[in-house]
């Protein structure tokens, strides 16, 4: 479904990822783990059409969108729910929700709306509070489901865990394994790395732009240099 | 000493004046809050769009209320386009270059107007000029009414449009959330562009209205701009309720003004609020809380 291959990538002059392969395949959760810094919000943003690359291939659904406008990446179904929310703070619930179906996602505006306060109950009971008035877990919720309006085919989840309680981290995983058992297919993007390879079936380690280790995530669960890296074991 | 009769009729005709003032601001207002930029071009852009109503008139003998509809597009593409071409290119999506090239707008706008339709003072006659209308001890001029209730119409159309449509939504979604605003695909430059235009498209509106009973040389924008400057610090930057409520305001306070100090003193009464508001309550009336 998305495949990167040989992705180089930065800001201004600066490059980060430095060669970087990556593909997430039809209904699967691929995690991307790495410490702050290792590149993978500048993988997210380029992908996404944020940033152009220097150099490397992006597919997507069969289609080149490695120099493709963000608008067009949104239209062709490849959604990012960012780090840090990005909800419109002086919108309404409702008015951020509608317009996640701004460019897609349209036609099924209403039955979508239904279907997201479906998961997200609370968002349900403040439609008409101004985003910015929310708490920080509501606040992710309403980004997600924002994302979740465009009828996404695949959704990249940008650090969804930060700054939750560990109950919400709880919840938030439990939510992301649920997405995916109605078909949707996920990037998740994470520095919670148990957490995410509890829940993926493959993951990727990316360390200094560039990917270090990658495979099933249950065999990277046992992976002595993981362990190291990140449980201090 | 002051009659009441006099003064209930002062602060109708500032009322009524203000009517045009917040369409100017509300246009101001909503460049600021989507650009993040004063639009030093805006006094230049007035003055064009009251001489397109001129001539429209004097060339063709459109009542400067039937070229409305005409006026407001044109003045809307015309923006757009100015948008697209100049500012938006030459900005490298920096907000301060923005704000310089608006500037450079300006003056190569009317120095070109200078250039071309000289420095005389132009007005336009209708038979409705000097028609009035009695209301209590208050003798009103029909065509400040009309500006007035149109001015409110119009703000209220667009106000309606930005809570209302998708577009309006995303215009404000641009306004305070750019990357999450391309994040559900939306084409920020273009809103950028729409924006600009539909605050040009208010300075359309704004000629029409004034022209029956303003006159125009390549100066008289300015004075406009200077008002609605006001207007927006007073309501809060950004604010599209605090331009419509701030307009009012200072209609008022320039006829009142006007009244205890003379004519010529009537605007210190605005330099005055723009003072004090700064000293205040720099946020303005209604400010968001950043």
């Known amino acids: 479904m998305l495949e990167i291959a040989g992705l180089r990538a930065g800001y201004g002059t600066v490059e980060i990822l430095r060669g970087v392969d990556l593909v997430v395949g039809k209904g699967e959760i691929v995690a991307l783990l790495g410490s702050n810094g290792a590149g993978k919000s500048t993988l997210n943003n380029t992908v996404c059409g944020l940033y152009r690359p220097f150099g490397g291939a992006v597919q997507f659904d069969g289609r080149n969108i490695a120099d493709a406008a963000s608008m067009s990446i949104v239209q062709a179904g490849l959604i990012q729910v960012p780090e840090g929310r990005r909800v419109f703070p002086n919108l309404s619930v409702r008015d951020n929700l509608e317009l996640g179906s701004y460019r897609r996602g349209k036609p099924a505006r209403r039955h979508n709306l239904d279907r997201v306060i479906g998961i997200f109950p609370r968002l349900g009971e403040r439609l008409q509070q101004a985003a910015g008035t929310l708490s920080g877990g509501e606040q992710q919720m309403l980004a997600i489901g924002r994302g979740l309006m465009g009828e996404p085919k695949l959704l990249i989840l940008d650090e969804p865990s930060l700054g939750l309680s560990p109950v919400l981290v709880e919840e938030m995983f439990a939510l992301i394994r649920r997405l995916n058992g109605d078909g949707l297919s996920i990037l998740l993007v994470e520095q919670n790395v148990m957490q995410s390879l509890a829940i993926a079936h493959r993951a990727y380690v990316l360390e200094n732009g560039q990917i270090a280790l990658s495979g099933p995530a249950a065999d990277l669960a046992q992976h002595p240099d993981l362990r190291r890296s990140y449980l201090g074991q | ?290």
Request: proline share 3%; hydrophobic share 55%.
């Open chain 2, 1 to 290: 000493m002051l009659d009441p009769g006099i003064l209930f009729a002062g602060v109708l005709n500032g009322l009524l004046a203000g009517g045009v003032y917040v369409l100017v601001a509300v246009g101001l207002t909503l460049i600021y809050g989507v650009l993040h930029i004063i639009n030093f071009a805006h006094g230049s852009l007035l003055m064009l769009a009251m001489y397109a109503v001129f001539f429209l008139w004097r060339l063709t003998g459109v009542d400067p209320y039937a070229a409305l509809p005409i006026v407001i597009g044109g003045a809307f593409v015309f923006g757009y386009i100015l948008y697209r071409l100049v500012i938006g290119r030459l900005s490298h999506g920096r907000d301060e270059n923005i704000l310089l090239i608006t500037l450079g707008v300006s003056i190569v706008i009317d120095n070109v107007a200078l250039l071309i339709f000289g420095g005389d003072t132009q007005t336009i006659e209708t038979p409705y000029a000097s028609s009035f209308v009695e209301l209590g001890a208050a003798l009103l001029p029909l065509p400040k009414i009309i500006s007035f209730v149109a001015s409110l119409l119009l703000c209220i159309v667009l106000g309606l449009f930005l809570a209302r449509s998708d577009t309006g939504k995303a215009i404000r979604a641009v306004a305070r959330e750019r990357q999450g605003a391309r994040l559900v695909g939306i084409d920020v430059d273009n809103i950028f562009a729409l924006s600009y235009g539909i605050g040009i498209a208010c300075l359309g509106a704004a000629a029409c209205l004034l022209m029956p009973t303003y006159y125009v040389t390549p100066s008289s924008g300015h004075a406009f701009v200077l008002v609605a400057f006001t207007i927006v610090v007073l309501g809060g930057m950004g604010s599209f309720a605090g331009a419509a409520v701030g307009g009012l305001v200072i209609g008022v306070i320039e006829s009142l003004g006007g009244l205890l100090l003379g004519e010529q003193l009537g605007q210190i009464g605005i330099s005055v609020v723009f003072i004090l508001i700064l000293l205040l309550k720099p946020s303005g009336l209604f400010g968001a809380r950043q």
